[in-house]
Structures are given as C-alpha cells and as structure tokens.
C-alpha cells in the first residue's frame, strides 16, 4: 500500500484557498483520486458545542468522542495533533491517494503558497492564478508517489 501524498496550503484569509482546494477536488475525483482533507487553522474553535451531549461526554473524561447521524460519522478526539499524527489516523481509515491541507503550517508538509504572504518552509509551489498548471503540478507530485 502506497502512503498518500500529503500536500499543504497557505495564504492570507480570502486568498482563495478553499475556492482553489474544492476545484482541485472535484476535478482530481473524476480521475478517481481518493482524497482526504484537512482544515488547519490557528482560532482557538471547536465544532464541539458547549452543554451538547458530545461535549458532555468529553468534559467527563472521553478522550475519543463520537457522534454518529444517519448521514456522517464525527470522530472527536479531544487533544490537539500534529500533521503526522493527523495523516497516520487518516491512513488507518482508508487508502488515500493524497492528503490536502488547508491552513499548512509545518515544517514537514509540502505546500503550496497563494498570494503574496511570507513563503514558509518547505514552499513547493506558488499558485500564479493559473489553474492547470498548478492541476499538472499535483498530477505529477500523485503519480510519483
């Protein structure tokens, strides 16, 4: 089993990240791409809500929480993760073809810039509003996985 390419994203808010990340998706999905996604961001939020049964459960003790609907399953887990950590989870799930991280700020992570913001460490790309470019780019950076 092949590890997933994992690639990371980053610029200012409303650069259009999540615009160029749902694109890239949509389009990789038709080529049969599995992809997994990751929202990073550095706000002190949760999607847990306070005095909800979830986290009630999790103010006890729970260090996993899950809640489960007819339509999605939620895995909690209440400590904070690094990439890796975050990436083998998603490996035991399923079989990826590639990891996309929307908020990359590690050290480790390939990424791609948008925008004019300070490049990080570890920058592969600069996003130059030329889409299919940037599409060939991540179809190489999958297929040499």
């Known amino acids: ?18 615009t160029i990340m749902t694109k890239l998706i949509r389009r990789l999905i038709e080529e049969n791409i599995k992809i997994a996604s990751i929202k990073n961001t550095d706000k002190r939020i949760s999607i847990d809500q306070k005095n909800k049964d979830t986290w009630k459960h999790a103010e006890a003790g729970a260090n996993l929480v899950v809640f489960r609907t007819p339509i999605e399953t939620d895995y909690l887990f209440k400590k904070q993760q690094n990439i890796e950590e975050i990436t083998d989870k998603i490996n035991q799930f399923d079989n990826y073809d ?17 925008g004019n913001i300070k490049e990080r460490e570890n920058t592969i790309y600069t996003y ?13 950076k999958i297929k040499r996985r």
């Not at 590639?98 to 948008?114: C, S, V």
Request: charged share 30%; glycine share 8%; aromatic share 12%.
């Open 1 to 18: 089993m092949k590890k997933p390419f994992v690639l990371g994203f980053y610029g200012e808010s409303n650069t259009g990240k999540t």
């Open 98 to 114: 590639l990891i996309l991280i929307e908020g990359a700020n590690d050290k480790t992570t390939p990424k791609i810039r948008i």
């Open 128 to 140: 130059e509003n030329d889409f299919e470019k940037l599409y060939s780019f991540i179809k190489e």
